[in-house]
Every structure is written in structure tokens, then in C-alpha cells.
């Protein structure tokens, strides 16, 4: 239930449609529900937030996250999972035939019928290497879950600087970079440097050569660009996030101007 449909069901008791104690039962699973014992399921995030909960795969077993996800889907919110074992996705693949497998990112995703809308805001997820790509992906499914339009550009790290230079138009275009740094943390800052996007989000992989990346993240926490933000190590979904809220502001901003 979203904002929306709680207003319906309050004018519903004002129009004497629907009675109190009806509504009463349907607003008193609003802010959670059990799931199995083992979750309580916060169907009001999206209400706050304006985005349903999403499951966080690791360390849950395939039933669970299978209980979860049909606890959000009884409520029309989509389900997106991050962190998920291959073991677990094939369950999810038999339980929800209709659901998009990221094997590379890890991510689980079941949309419901009003998730098809328009995009709105534009996010360039860029990688210093090809090893940065599993978390990228989780980033680019978050990010096409809040109905952003996103694209991704890979392996064109400071190694290389002319393979970055040639994808500065596409860069340009974005509301919002999602930027990985490889080993050293030099990627984001260039991108940034380069850029017209109205932010850019950096974000680190482990590698192991460089500190499990405490080394790219020390890099960018003191980068000379003034407009690079850091999410922590390995948090492919908090930089598409938080990506996302920008660029999703930013194309309404577009709309609201092209429809004044």
C-alpha cells in the first residue's frame, strides 16, 4: 500500500464504503508483517521513502528470502534481492518463474505491473576494470529498480587514461556517475574531473592486491575532486541508491520545466 491507496481506503470510511473496522484491519499490517517468524517485513519503506524494502540475500536461506519476497508481492510492492547465492536463485526461479536472475550481479528481481513506467533520471556507471563488474551490476539493477535509465561503461581505468577520454560525451549525459576505482582510487576523481554530472558517486571493490580496498578507499576519501561521495567497500547497491535518488530529482526537475 502506498500513499495513495491509504487515502483511498481513509475516504472509503468517510464516504461509508468501507467500514472502520475493515479499514483498521488493512492499516494494521501497514507498517510490518511477520513472515514465517524469522522477518517482519517493512511495507511502510515505501510510503517513507518512496522505495519498497529490498532483501538482502546473504545469509538468508532460499525459503526465507521466498517468504519475504511473496510478503512484498501480496502488497504490489516489487521484490529486489541482492547478495544471492546461485543455490538460492535457482529456488527463487522455480517459485517465481516471471523473476530476472543477475548472475553476475547477484541480484533477484520480480517487478510488478506498475514498475513499467517511464525512466526517469540518467545514471553512467563507469568501471576501472573488468574485475569491478559483479558489484557494478548490483549497482545497475538498483538502479533500473527505481526506474532510472542507466547504462554502463567498464574497464577504462587510469591504466589506460585514453579509454576513459573517449567516453566523456557519454558521460556527460549522466544526473549521476557511479564511479569504481580499481586498485588505487583514481578512476573517480578523473571522472569527475571530466564530467558535467550533477554528482558523481564513488565506490569501491576488494581487491585484494590493494588492502581489500582500503587502499582505493583512503584514496577517494582524500581525492582533490570536490565532488566525489564515497559509500563504503563493496556496497554495489548503496552507490546505485543513493545514484538514483539524484538522478531520479533531477529528471523530475526536467519534467517539471518542459511541462511549465
Known amino acids: 500500500m502506498d500513499s495513495h491507496e491509504l487515502k483511498e481506503l481513509l475516504d472509503g470510511v468517510r464516504d461509508g464504503r468501507i467500514s472502520p473496522t475493515v479499514a483498521a484491519d488493512r492499516i494494521q499490517v501497514l507498517p510490518y508483517q511477520d513472515a514465517g517468524g524469522f522477518a517482519k517485513v517493512d511495507l511502510h519503506r515505501r510510503i517513507r521513502c518512496g522505495f519498497p524494502e529490498v532483501i538482502f540475500g546473504q545469509g538468508k536461506t532460499a525459503p526465507q528470502i521466498e517468504a519475504i519476497l511473496k510478503t512484498l508481492l501480496e502488497h504490489e510492492q516489487g521484490g529486489l534481492v541482492t547478495r544471492l547465492d546461485p543455490q538460492a536463485a535457482a529456488h527463487l526461479l522455480a517459485a517465481f518463474p ?151 530529482r533531477m529528471g523530475q526537475a526536467r519534467q517539471t520545466a518542459a511541462g511549465s
Open 98 to 248: 516471471h523473476g530476472e536472475h543477475n548472475a553476475l550481479g547477484r541480484t533477484f528481481r520480480v517487478r510488478t505491473p506498475g514498475e513499467s513506467g517511464p525512466t526517469v533520471g540518467r545514471v553512467v556507471i563507469v568501471t576501472a576494470g573488468t574485475s569491478d563488474l559483479p558489484v557494478a551490476e548490483e549497482a545497475r539493477v538498483t538502479a533500473e529498480a527505481w526506474n532510472c535509465d542507466v547504462s554502463l561503461v567498464a574497464d577504462v581505468g587510469v591504466a589506460g587514461l585514453h579509454r576513459l577520454l573517449h567516453q566523456l560525451p557519454h558521460l556527460k549525459n549522466a544526473d549521476a556517475l557511479v564511479s569504481w576505482p580499481g586498485w588505487k582510487g583514481h578512476c573517480p576523481a578523473l571522472s569527475a574531473a571530466w564530467s558535467s554530472a550533477r554528482d558523481r558517486r564513488a565506490h569501491q571493490y576488494r581487491l585484494w592486491r590493494s588492502f581489500q580496498g582500503v587502499a582505493a578507499l583512503l584514496g577517494m576519501l582524500n581525492s582533490c575532486a570536490s565532488n566525489v561521495v564515497v559509500v563504503n567497500i563493496d556496497a554495489g547497491f548503496s552507490g546505485g541508491h543513493v545514484a538514483s535518488l539524484i538522478a531520479r
